[in-house]
């Protein structure tokens, strides 16, 4: 079997996801990780596009969170809660974009590796 990315290459295994062959390089740019450099962009993109719908929503996830605060405002531990719950929604935001940074560079990473090692091979 030869690697579906570089037809020239001999293939040392088989992607989990899609059963293509890949070259021990391939095997290396996408981690070791038994899928393919293809598969694994997919799935970056995928994960991608889930993180920023939900970003979209954060506007209303964190005014809900706003009026719980408001409505349980009469107690000091209700207030508490409220300000903790809003406070740790701007971190999960924060990581999540923060998450969506990195797998958006880890899918140019695999593009340009894919590409330059094309050239390499011809
Ligand atoms: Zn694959
Ligand atoms: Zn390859």
Not at 60 to 68: D, F, Q
Request: aromatic share 6%; hydrophobic share 40%; charged share 30%.
């Amino acid at each position: 079997m030869k690697c579906f990315i570089h037809g020239a290459k001999e293939a040392v295994a088989a992607c989990k996801k899609c059963g293509k062959g890949m070259c021990s390089n391939c095997s290396a740019y996408s981690g070791h990780t038994g899928i393919c450099p293809e598969c694994r962009k997919e799935g970056f993109l995928i994960e991608i596009i889930r993180l920023k719908d939900k970003d979209k929503e954060w506007g209303k996830v964190v005014a809900k969170r706003w009026c719980l605060t408001i409505l349980f405002s009469w107690t000091i531990i209700g207030l508490i809660i409220g300000i903790c719950i809003i406070n740790t929604s701007k971190e999960e935001r924060e990581k999540d974009r923060k998450r969506i940074e990195f797998l958006q560079g880890e899918v140019l990473k695999l593009e340009n590796a894919m590409i330059a090692h094309g050239e390499g091979v011809i």
